[in-house]
């Protein structure tokens, strides 16, 4: 079975509103889940027809459910509600632990995650800053997506 690499690079400058969680277990995730819907719908009013904020939320949840999966606690998350779109950066205390991709692999199996994430992202990356890895990704709002169609 292959593995895809994560590309190294450092988060991007984000300027905007900052929420963060910091998470446990897994059994946090439906109300961080909830508490981010809240925030980003007090932030953009979108179309009913947007998917965005919920592929923000889908992104959210597999990097988050990695990170505690794989990683070492203490696990957070933050996501910066920016002009330019959402960064969401997940981090935890395993810098060993590169995120690794899986391919080649029934979907049915799980741990097709990242490449959810990639597919879903305008960017995204991962680096090691002290004794904390973070995994990150960009994702336009809905306003991007209909300035850029």
Request: proline letters at 7%.
């Amino acid at each position: 079975m292959g593995r895809l690499a994560w590309p190294v690079r450092p988060l991007p400058d984000g300027r905007g509103e900052v929420w963060r969680w910091r998470l446990g277990s897994l059994a946090e995730l439906p109300r961080a889940r909830a508490a981010l819907r809240s925030l980003m719908h007090d932030v953009e009013e979108a179309p009913a027809d947007d998917v965005s904020g919920e592929q923000l939320v889908l992104a959210f949840d597999e990097l988050a459910s990695n990170a505690l999966r794989h990683g070492e606690q203490p696990v957070v998350a933050t996501v910066i509600a920016g002009s330019g779109g959402w960064l969401l950066d997940v981090s935890d205390q395993a810098p060993q632990a590169m995120p690794a991709p899986t391919v080649d692999r029934d979907p049915a199996k799980g741990g097709m995650g990242l490449q959810l994430v990639a597919r879903l992202s305008v960017a995204h990356g991962w680096y090691v800053d002290d004794d904390r890895k973070h995994v990150w990704a960009c994702l336009p709002t809905a306003c991007e997506e209909r300035a850029s169609a």
